[in-house]
């Protein structure tokens, strides 16, 4: 496992931290800008110029080989309206997106480990019986999040990677919780006599930090347009064949079209849902995204409170979620964050029975397998709560749901 301090390329990654623990500093002023393809000595001409045309200050660049751009995030002096710069600037022939930049938030048996009975999801997901027939061996899932402490017990060997793409966030990486929940609820070591039971616990995490905690050992955390574009970047740069997006925010530009690129590499990308209003569905509600709400202990599924056009999706078990915390202790934890968690675990099973399933093959399969269960009290579409089990013996062709004797 390796902690590489920084990005694969030559840029700085975020902005310096403030002297007390604010994990998320303010870039209400800052816009994020990409140039069309072209040689490094053209772009550093365009940064200048367009800095001096537009009367801006160069706070970072770096580039992003999957879309063939560089990306600069610039900051807009005095008074004027960043979203109207960036209208300006959009209309410059040598940019290709100019936008504002965005804040997103985290969405917070047969075993022989001692705490897989307090795992009510093992029953939901018939979770035994899909270990009989996969474990997610070999499939690489990226968790862009928090840091995560790959040193825990249940994630011991399953980290493959970890890089930090925010300002000094190396020395409290493996001390982060939302990260270490959810990359736990995927992967976590099966029958190793500690803890919990992983969803994949064969699969292979790629841990990114691209998110700031509220605090110190806080479940909340923050992301923006830039800390989360370059840790999809790293994700397609090493293979990731899921990526897990246990957070929500406003609809952003640039990450769009890299979560299409990705797409369209085949790589499968679940998202939570939101459940706070006012935060915004993407990248839920972008098409191919396999969205995700949470169920509660009866089964029933919240309202969504997104926007009304957000993907239907799917649900997984969101409530009192037991998950590994930093050193080597265990928590609750409820939200749409370990729901998603739970599906890119799913998601990684069924990939290992066959590799290159598309995200809407694979959201096809979810719901045609899963259990469906309207919002209570609402007139929306049913949302089918996964089966992992019933979705394998469908894909394999073969084999039984049927609880072990």
């Known amino acids: ?202 699969a292979e995490i790629l841990a990114l930090k691209a998110c700031w905690p509220d605090a110190t050992g806080s479940r909340g955390a923050a992301c923006n347009t830039y800390t989360l574009a370059q840790a999809i970047e790293s994700a397609l740069a090493e293979g990731a064949q899921v990526l897990n997006l246990s957070l929500s925010g406003p609809e952003d530009p640039l990450l769009a079209r890299l979560l299409a690129k990705a797409l369209a590499r085949g790589v499968v990308v679940v998202a939570a849902a939101p459940e706070r209003p006012g935060e915004g569905d993407f990248p839920s509600s972008q098409a191919g995204v396999v969205a995700v709400r949470a169920a509660g202990l009866d089964g029933a599924i919240a309202r969504q409170v997104g926007d009304a056009s957000s993907h239907v999706g799917v649900a997984a078990p969101g409530v009192d979620i037991l998950a590994p915390v930093p050193r080597g202790a265990y928590d609750f934890f409820s939200g749409s964050s370990l729901a998603a968690a739970q599906v890119s675990g799913v998601v990684a099973l069924l990939l290992e029975k066959r590799p290159g399933l598309s995200s809407r093959e694979l959201v096809e399969l979810l719901r045609r397998t899963g259990r469906a269960v309207p919002p209570p009290g609402s007139a929306e579409a049913e949302v089918p709560l996964v089966d992992a089990c019933e979705a394998l013996v469908r894909l394999a062709g073969s084999g039984s749901c049927a609880p072990p004797p």
């Open 1 to 202: 496992m390796v902690l590489a301090a920084g990005c694969a390329t030559t840029a700085p990654l975020a902005p310096s931290p403030t002297s007390r623990l604010e994990p998320v500093p303010d870039f209400a002023r800052q816009l994020v800008v990409t140039l069309h393809p072209g040689s490094e000595r053209l772009w550093s001409m365009a940064t200048t110029d367009l800095a001096l045309r537009f009367g801006l200050e160069t706070r970072y660049a770096w580039p992003l080989p999957s879309l063939g751009e560089q990306c600069l995030v610039y900051e807009v002096p005095g008074d004027r309206s960043p979203a109207e710069v960036a209208r300006r600037l959009g209309t410059d022939r040598r940019v290709a997106s100019a936008q504002p930049v965005n804040l997103f938030r985290t969405q917070a048996g047969p075993y022989n480990d001692p705490y897989s009975h307090l795992q009510h999801g093992l029953a939901t997901l018939h979770l035994p019986q899909a270990h009989a027939l996969a474990t997610g061996r070999g499939v690489r899932v990226a968790v862009i999040d928090t840091g995560v402490d790959f040193d825990h017990p249940e994630l011991a060997g399953r980290v493959r990677k970890a890089n930090n793409f925010v300002s000094f966030g190396e020395p409290t990486f493996t001390g982060d919780v939302h990260g270490t929940a959810v990359a736990g609820v995927i992967a976590a070591d099966a029958n190793n006599r500690e803890g919990i039971v992983g969803i994949a616990p064969e």
